[in-house]
């Protein structure tokens, strides 16, 4: 069987630096191993749409944002498949027959959707679509028949409700859709990496993140006011490391080389760590060392994120063929569960001769 990827991002905003250890930097190094047969990434538009449909040009204009950082991290258009969700109309197809294989106590039992509706404050107002969308995740998913998803944690419960409907569906319908796992960071900083103001989700509807395409001064001023521990008030006093958002942060990105580079009186991370919990290390001094670490890690990017701008309309074509490819191959995951249904009823060869012979034998 093909090794598949499909994974993708909604498009409410320029993506950050969560976005790129949790899951971007990850696709880069996956397209490039040559391990898997195909790779989608998809720009989740309709979705986004589910808790933005009174304002669709938010939307609309975040499109090219999200295009920008797929090129600008290094996915390439020769090596995978990127392409637009509300451009390809099968998903809305395989959603609808979904529907009927999922029950409402089990979307509400849903984490993920349990905790994104807490945060929108949608309570008892909750949009039909916002509310099914892990329905339509599933048929995402499925309709390349992905085998892999990288996803960070906070998705496995998604990925969790695709494998049961597509179980349902198979147990149904007969063996026809593919049945997902999840593809988790390897570095536990990564998972889930905490917003600068120490909340436990960087989110871009809490202002607390640091983007992917952000100039150096404002990176800056962004890492230089951090949350840290709010108990190491003197340099001297010992420090807290695990929960600190610096030192998560430092788990994420710094490699041994850095220290060589940006804080040569440390061989590694766990040195720095061991200097802080003991004290006589300061936040300023750490925060410092991870603004120089971000700033390595983002330049690149950032430059060539200014490159593609220059051809805005060469960033559209590459969505729009992508989107065909990606089209082609939904219809044809589309056409295999419309026969698995058996409402395939133009093509059913078998069935227009069995309704010709009925009437023929009434008629005699």
Do not use: W
């Amino acid at each position: 069987m093909s090794k598949i990827i499909l994974t993708g991002d909604r498009p409410t905003g320029k993506l950050h630096v969560g976005h790129y250890v949790g899951s971007l930097k990850r696709r880069v190094e996956l397209q490039n191993s040559g391990g898997f047969d195909k790779i989608f990434i998809m720009i989740a538009d309709a979705q986004a749409l589910t808790d933005n449909a009174d304002n669709p040009e938010k939307v609309r204009q975040n499109i090219i944002e999200v295009a920008l950082d797929y090129l600008a991290v290094g996915l390439d258009p020769a090596k995978s498949t990127l392409f637009i969700q509300s451009q390809i109309s099968e998903l809305t197809e395989l959603s609808f027959y979904y529907m009927n294989l999922v029950t409402v106590s089990r979307l509400q039992r849903n984490p993920t959707v349990k905790s994104e509706i807490q945060m929108r404050n949608f309570e008892t107002s909750i949009p039909v679509g916002f509310f099914t969308y892990p329905i339509s995740q599933a048929a995402d998913i499925t309709a390349f028949k992905a085998t892999t998803v990288p996803v960070g944690e906070d998705q496995e419960p998604m990925i969790e409700q695709t494998r049961e409907i597509v179980r349902k569906f198979n147990s149904v319908y007969g063996e026809t859709l593919v049945e997902p796992d999840i593809l988790l960071p390897d570095n536990a900083a990564c998972l889930r990496l905490p917003g600068t103001d120490g909340k436990a989700k960087m989110s871009k509807s809490l202002g607390n993140c640091i983007y992917l395409s952000e100039e150096p001064d404002e990176i800056k001023k962004k890492v230089m006011s951090m949350f840290t521990d709010p108990n190491h008030l003197r340099v001297e006093d010992p420090g807290q490391v695990e929960g600190n958002p610096v030192f998560i942060y430092l788990d994420a990105f710094a490699r041994d080389e850095h220290f060589a580079e940006f804080a040569p009186d440390y061989a590694n991370l766990q040195e720095m760590k061991d200097h802080y919990s003991r004290g006589g290390l300061g936040d300023v001094k750490v925060k410092r060392f991870l603004n120089e670490v971000i700033q390595a890690e983002l330049e690149p990017i950032r430059k060539r994120r200014k490159e593609f701008q220059k051809d805005i309309p060469y960033v559209y074509e590459v969505l729009r063929k992508g989107s065909e490819v990606a089209e082609a191959v939904a219809a044809q995951t589309l056409s295999d569960v419309k026969n698995a249904m058996k409402i395939n009823y133009f093509d059913d060869k078998e069935l227009i001769a069995m309704q010709s012979a009925k009437y023929e034998e009434m008629e005699d």
